[in-house]
């Protein structure tokens, strides 16, 4: 999405550019990479072949000049033409509707100005098909993805993933919803059709042009907001601003996915309704859930069971983000220089995001089933590391993001960064807390992580970091918070659906997580990293290794 100022990724960063792998030869279509070349000698036909390019185009979002954007337009070669969904007068990309075990191929076309690549986010794939950094291609080439949709029945989506870019193109436009369906799922009798809805919250903001504007300011606010990460003015539902949703009065599945850089929300009812939670990233609950509202940061999905047929028609009901705390550190960062205010909606700040009109009456008496689905369980006692999590620290260094004390390198792989294919482990993240409050060492390891109760631990040098996986799907086994963060994490903890499969999970200030994930017998690199957007562009990600 175009704006006019912002500071370069490339200015900013410390960070090699973006490179392109597999050039075009001779015996190739123009612009097909390698792994392209590869797929193409297949002797499987694919269920669904689709063309994704990514180009520029414009579009009506606020009344008056249209906006410019970045975005996917997809188009069905082979197979079931409503395979791919498109949300009118939106920039959102097509949205993939497919069946576990099917056959996929993807010819993504680059038309825009800048390399890029596409990340199947939640996905399980082989390394060539999960879009590491390395593999962005030039504009005008074409990377074709093909794998089998092995996930069970989820609402998953994909986003560009080139390394110091991945937030501008998130930002401009670039997103969109894959959808996929099993007979597990199909079994449930869950509404659907047009009773199956899906809803992409985002935030943006815009200048007076109505052109998306992005980290203005000065150099100093500038790099501040990268370090911190972007917050918009208005929110976005499916790329509209003041979305409203016309209903019967019946029951419906909603889906919902926190798209937004860096904005975290806290979903409720205006009125106080429970929310009946049916399913996480990963697909379904073993049986519905309640909660008094969702915890969602960027990357997270979730999936509500809502009968509107509780309530009379001509209702109108709001959907509110609510306020919370702790998220954002309160300024003790680059000498103590306080975070200037970049937003007129502030984090944690409570804002309508949605309203519900009930316009319809309805003889549809859907029921909430009591069992969604069967959910393996894993074990800590199985894990190979059950003893010696696998840990990760987060913490603040030289005024940079950094695990365990690294930033990102494109290829670089340390001893703890590698592990065995087809194995059960056990991950721990700890959102450090730094003993300085100016990008000192902290708890890192061998420096007293351990001791989170006892830390030096202040609520003025730390942030929240959702954590996402590429590669795994993974089950959340506890939760431990600093007691001198629990005032914030008290403020949304009771919107955390951890009984799910999950492949993104919210870290607040002080709070230590451990997962269990079995890795896929497919070998090579992958990343881990954090979906504030910004963060991840500067650095904070790691690769791991299958080995």
């Not at 680059?334 to 316009?359: D, R």
């Not at 881990?528 to 791991?544: A, I, Q």
Request: a negative charge; glycine letters at 10%; hydrophobic letters at 40%.
């Amino acid at each position: 999405m175009a704006q006019s100022h912002w500071l370069s990724r490339r200015d900013f960063l410390k960070f090699a550019g973006i490179g392109a792998v597999g050039a075009a030869t001779s015996d190739m279509s123009p612009g097909l990479s390698f792994v392209s070349k590869a797929l193409a000698q297949s002797n499987a036909s694919p269920d669904l072949e689709v063309r994704l390019r990514a180009v520029e185009r414009e579009v009506s979002i606020l009344p008056g000049t249209p906006t410019k954007v970045w975005t996917y337009q997809g188009e069905v070669l082979q197979g079931d033409a409503a395979a791919l969904q498109t949300i009118p007068d939106s920039y959102l990309g097509p949205i993939f509707r497919v069946r576990r075990g099917q056959r996929v191929r993807i010819h993504f076309v680059n038309e825009l100005p800048e390399a890029s690549i596409i990340h199947w986010h939640g996905l399980v794939l082989p390394e060539a098909m999960d879009a590491h950094p390395r593999y962005a291609i030039a504009p005008g080439q074409t990377y074709a993805y093909e794998f089998e949709v092995i996930n069970r029945a989820g609402t998953y989506w994909y986003h560009p993933h080139p390394h110091g870019a991945t937030a501008t193109q998130v930002y401009k436009g670039l997103a969109g919803l894959f959808i996929v369906r099993d007979d597990e799922e199909a079994a449930v009798g869950l509404p659907d059709g047009a009773y199956d809805l899906p809803l992409v919250f985002q935030d943006r903001s815009f200048d007076a042009d109505n052109q998306l504007a992005y980290i203005t300011g000065g150099m100093m606010t500038q790099m501040m907001t990268q370090m911190m990460g972007f917050l918009g003015d208005h929110i976005l539902v499916n790329g509209k601003p003041e979305f409203e949703l016309d209903v019967e009065a019946r029951a419906y599945r909603l889906r919902l996915l926190n798209g937004s850089n860096f904005r975290m929300l806290k979903l409720g009812w205006e009125d106080g309704t429970p929310l009946t939670v049916i399913g996480t990233d990963g697909g379904l609950l073993e049986v519905p859930t309640e909660r008094p509202y969702v915890t969602l940061s960027p990357g997270e999905r979730i999936e509500l069971w809502v009968d509107f047929g509780e309530w009379p028609v001509g209702a109108q009901l709001l959907l509110k983000s609510l306020s919370f705390r702790g998220v954002e550190m309160g300024g003790m960062m680059m000498g103590g220089m306080a975070m200037p205010e970049s937003t007129t909606l502030p984090q944690g700040e409570e804002y309508s995001v949605l309203k519900v009109n009930v316009v319809q009456e309805s003889t549809e008496t859907s029921l909430l089933p009591e069992r969604l689905s069967t959910i393996e369980r894993y074990s800590l006692e199985d894990a190979v590391n059950s003893g010696t999590p696998r840990t990760f620290a987060i913490a603040m260094l030289n005024e940079g993001w950094t695990l365990n004390g690294r930033s990102f390198e494109m290829e670089a792989v340390a001893d703890d960064e590698i592990v065995r294919a087809n194995t059960l482990e056990v991950w721990e993240f700890v959102n450090v807390v730094n003993s300085d409050g100016m990008g000192g060492m902290g708890n890192m390891p061998g420096h007293n992580m351990g001791n989170m109760s006892g830390s030096n631990a202040t609520t003025e040098d730390q942030m929240a970091h959702p954590m996402h996986i590429h590669g795994v799907q993974f089950q959340i086994l506890d939760r431990i918070i600093d007691d001198a963060f629990r005032d914030g994490w008290e403020t949304v903890s009771a919107g955390y659906v951890d009984v799910g499969w999950k492949d993104t999970v919210l870290l607040m200030s002080g709070e230590r997580v451990r997962l269990l994930m079995r890795f896929s017998g497919d070998t090579g690199l992958y990343v881990f990293h954090c979906h504030n957007l910004e963060h991840e562009d500067l650095g904070l990600m790691r690769n791991y290794r299958i080995e």
